[in-house]
């Protein structure tokens, strides 16, 4: 049998305390084996390499016991164990994220928790939490050494306006959890192992009756209607546009999603609603403004960068690669910036002018990407004085979307 014990800086339960005295095996990170009693005859496996070291534990014959931090169940060593067909006794400690935001005294059902451990390419370990984070009012990220540490996400959170905090070491004694304020604090070394939470200082005990912890799904409802949304002279983009677009965006917890030409900003408040990180790009002050004041409105948080695309994107800094970029103002300078600059898995460009699509199709394909595209022209039912229903056109709208062979990874 093997028992995984979860340590937490607590004493050891009655039932761990067994299991640890009757181990022939007992396997855990240098500083876990040092925490507690294992027994003088059993075998110490020390996890570094953690496939190796499970190996050896599955291999063993009599009672092993693997220790582990916190939860084990959670974002831990248990997954590993079934993965390889053992079914544990697990006896778990309080998460680290738990006892980060109790620390704090912040009530942590309504949080993301995101891990930044892992091997994933082009950076999006850190990419994607960092992206959850700015994503969510409140957010805790698991940190890796080296790969992650907590000055890959600090800057961002603090910039953002969120309250950022350390929690170093919980549980041992010299557990630290710490206030972050300034940007040279953001940079500084940290010990291991370490959780990072971010809160939005205005809805850190959010009203709102949690029922499902973290990111809530899909909105309740997208595609909004453009009377959602403040615009000037109607530049936003039309419901049944946005609909199609939304869907070839993929916006969702993660993931980081750029509006450029943003109007109105619909299209980032949209993305911003399934989870993405959103950022608009508009020219005018006063328009930005009026993306903000959408933002708020409906309750997400956007990053507005005012200029002109795409010379704005290099004077944004700290700004995270994106995932995907909608293109609604700008024309095809902005997707050839945005298509080999940045490389988005995904591209979505509404044109009005014809002649532009032509030259989008091309350089979007010549930039790797897979293109097709459609012509939208809602018809939308509207009462005649008789009340009878007539269709009512909008503007045809072209819309190009290019996907790269790794977007849907
Ligand atoms: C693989 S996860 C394990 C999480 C663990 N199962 C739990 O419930 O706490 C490892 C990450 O948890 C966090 N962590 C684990 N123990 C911690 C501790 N004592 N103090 C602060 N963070 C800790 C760190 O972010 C670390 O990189």
Known sequence: MITVVGLDGGPLGPRAAAALAQATCVAGALRHLAAVPVPAGATRVVMGDLAAALREVTGHSGPAVVLASGDPGFFGVVRALRERGVHPDVLPAVSSVALAFARIGVPWDDAVVASAHGRSGRGRSVRRALAAALAHPKAAILTAPVSAEPRAFLPALLRAGRDVYVAERLGAPDEAVVRVTDAADAERDRAHPNVVIAVDPERAVAPAAAWLPGHQGAPDGWALPEADFAHRDSMVTKAEVRAVALAHLAPRPGTVVWDVGAGSGSVAVECARFGAHAVAFERAAADCRRIRGNAAAHGVAVRVC???????????????????????????????????????????????????????YDLLEAAGYEVAGTQLQPSRLAALPDGSLRLAATNPVTLLWGARSTAAA
């Open 306 to 360: 005012e200029g002109e695309a795409p010379g704005v994107f290099e004077r944004v800094a700290g700004l995270l690669a994106p995932d995907a970029v909608f293109v609604g103002g700008g024309g095809p300078g902005v997707v050839a910036a945005v298509a080999e600059r940045f490389r988005p898995d995904r591209v979505v460009v509404a044109l009005a002018a014809l002649d532009r699509v032509r030259t989008v």
